[in-house]
Each structure stands twice: as C-alpha cells, then as structure tokens.
C-alpha cells in the first residue's frame, strides 16, 4: 500500500530544472515550474515548493547514459540531491531518466509545438514522466 501524499520529482538540468508534482494519491503527475539551476536562490525557492507541496516522496531523474552507466550529468544530478538533502529530510530517489527527455519531446512534437518555443515545455514534462515511472515502482514495492 502507497502512504499517501503528494510526490515531487525534478529533472536535473545545466541550465533549467523541470518540477513536477502529483496529486496526494499519486493518480496525476502534473507540470509545475521550471527553475533556473544558475538562480542564487535556487534553495529558497525550492523551500518555497516544499512547504507548498508537503511531499511524502522526492525523485530526482538520474541521467544514466544509455549503456546504463553514470556520466557527468549523473554526478551532477547526484549533487543536486545532496544540495535538496540539505533542505529536506524528505526521503529523496534517483530515478533512471534515460528516456525521460525523449519521450517528452516526442510528445510535445507529437502536439504540434517545436523544441525551441518549447525546451522549459519538455523539462516539465520530462520531470511528470521521472515521477510517473517513480510512482509504477512505488507502486509494485
């Protein structure tokens, strides 16, 4: 049985940080912003989401390369979790994102937006798709 509460996921980016949320019964995972990774208040603001949120679960997509094994952007994903433990003692996972980011662009492609108006478009959607896969495992648990 799933403890209920609303879950939180972020796809880990150089330049931009998607967030999504779902609902306290994990049924819809729904965008909810896109942060500047670079922003000085980047802790605060994420703070800011928590208190609003009230999350039981944090997952954050780990950015395994397709051979499954950890590269730069994993390290990196790795230090915005210790950065969001330093906030939070809200269990956090990482999450294998591999095909996260595809998939959100092929769906953002497939409703007709192109990937330059819609790059903050495809980091939401690819955090709703980290926490919809977190949530099937969660699930099976």
Request: charged share 25%.
């Given at each position: 049985?799933?403890?209920?509460?609303?879950?939180?996921?972020?796809?880990?980016?150089?330049?931009?940080?998607?967030?999504?949320?779902?609902?306290?019964?994990?049924?819809?995972?729904?965008?909810?912003?896109?942060?500047?990774?670079?922003?000085?208040?980047?802790?605060?603001?994420?703070?800011?989401?928590?208190?609003?949120?009230?999350?039981?679960?944090?997952?954050?997509?780990?950015?395994?390369?397709?051979?499954?094994?950890?590269?730069?952007?994993?390290?990196?994903?790795?230090?915005?979790?210790?950065?969001?433990?330093?906030?939070?003692?809200?269990?956090?996972?990482?999450i294998d994102e591999r095909m996260s980011t595809i998939?959100?662009?092929?769906?953002?492609?497939?409703?007709?937006?192109?990937?330059?108006?819609?790059?903050?478009?495809?980091?939401?959607?690819?955090?709703?798709?980290?926490?919809?896969?977190?949530?099937?495992?969660?699930?099976?648990?």
């Open positions: 049985m799933m403890k209920r509460g609303r879950r939180i996921a972020f796809d880990y980016g150089d330049v931009r940080i998607g967030v999504a949320v779902s609902d306290s019964d994990s049924i819809l995972s729904s965008p909810l912003t896109t942060l500047k990774a670079t922003d000085r208040n980047l802790n605060q603001l994420i703070s800011q989401i928590f208190s609003e949120i009230d999350p039981v679960a944090i997952y954050v997509g780990r950015p395994a390369l397709l051979s499954g094994k950890d590269g730069s952007a994993s390290e990196k994903a790795s230090e915005f979790v210790a950065q969001l433990a330093t906030i939070t003692t809200v269990p956090i996972e990482m998939s959100a662009a092929r769906n953002l492609r497939d409703a007709g937006r192109n990937a330059k108006e819609s790059k903050e478009s495809i980091d939401m959607a690819a955090a709703v798709a980290i926490l919809d896969f977190a949530i099937e495992i969660e699930k099976r648990k």
